[in-house]
């Protein structure tokens, strides 16, 4: 039996503009690059010390400055960095690419602008669901659209639906005044019908606060995702008999599939307590799988720099509690799912390419240069369960 396979997954974490970049409009960016110029430098030893800096110097094209000396890690460690060769740059298609099931066809998409959404899918949802209309019907930041609209729907009851540029609808709904399992109900009837328009997720986005500026969405937020088009790595190596654990949001965004136990968590403390707790008690052989939103949710989509930096400096913090709990044959992923450059317009993913790292005692530290599909990482946990290989990637374990 193999050691445990650990999946750190830094949701929105771009080293770099991808090659086609250009194509999805998002030509010069790089989330880590221009965090670190903008900041004059990050405090990140350990990520520094497994192979970051030289990941941001290559992915990204320029060096990348910190304020620390590096850290002294006794783990072997490869990086390198991966473009996407899914046709999108969302949650979905990367997490699942990841896990050796890229996205090569085109998801449904509403448009930014008003109305985003058909009348008729409106009045399915709407007759369906119970609830006499809806607010919002646009693209828009997820905390912007609470501020406008949170008192008018505390108000009138009627829930407010927006979308991004995501294959997605979500549904934002007051905790109290509407009700949670009001919400999860009206989520799960317009999953059923936005399925004629190919919508990868939809997302329930509930919320506290009583007025304008105090609105704030609590972590019980539910992806009613699609299931992955083919089998993915969670699959194969549930199959096979490694647990396959999940923590955060990554239980949705495989609809489950290949799941055994799943734990929910958010905001880096608790996400970090959480996996570290399951390193502890897991099984020998185990996969566990943590997404760490925040990067994404908080600080990325926000386009909050400074938040974006500490964040990431406190990630690193914890590093070294990890690396105490690693028996001889565990391996650890660090990697992301997209880009979200928290210094470019607008408020949506960028297409970037992302950092694939992986450390572990008797990992032999190299150099693996730039990946053509994030599935390598997929194709290199099957290498090392000793699975039968993935349709994509390429395995450099």
Known sequence: MSGKVIILML????????PDAE???????????????TMNGLNIPNMQALGLTNVGREAGGENIATHCESALISLGYKYGHAK????????????????????LFDWGYFPPEYPSFPPELISEICKK??????????AASGTAILDELGEEHIKT???IFYTSADSVLQIACHEQYFGLDRLYKLCE????????????????????????GEFTRTKNRHDYSVTPPET??????????????????????????????????????????????????ADKGSLIFTNFVDFDMVYGHRRDVK???????????????????????????????HGCDPTYKGTDHTREQVPVIMFGKNVKTENIGQRETYADIAQTICAYYGLEPMKYGKSFL
């Open 23 to 37: 194509q999805y409009g998002d030509k010069g960016t790089n989330t880590l690059g221009h965090i670190v110029q």
């Open 84 to 103: 996407e060769i899914s046709k999108g740059k969302d949650t979905s298609s990367g997490h699942w690419e990841m896990a050796g099931t890229p996205v």
């Open 157 to 159: 009851g009627k829930p």
């Open 129 to 138: 669901g119970g609830i006499e209309g809806i607010l919002g019907n646009v």
């Open 307 to 337: 938040g974006y930096a500490a964040g990431l400096e406190y990630f690193d913090s914890r590093l070294p509690e990890l690396f105490k709990l690693l028996d001889d044959d565990d391996i650890v992923f660090i990697t992301a799912d």
């Open 11 to 18: 949701d929105s974490f771009g080293v770099g503009g991808a």
């Open 189 to 212: 009837v317009a999953f059923e019908s936005v399925k004629p328009y190919n919508i990868a997720r939809i997302i329930a986005r509930p919320f506290i606060g009583e007025r304008k």
């Open 232 to 281: 993915t790595v969670l699959n194969k190596a549930s199959t096979a008999g490694h647990k396959v654990i999940a923590i955060g949001k990554i239980k949705d965004i495989y609809a489950g599939s290949g799941i055994d136990e799943a734990y929910k968590a958010a905001g880096l403390p608790e996400l970090w307590n959480v996996t570290l707790k399951a390193v502890q008690q």
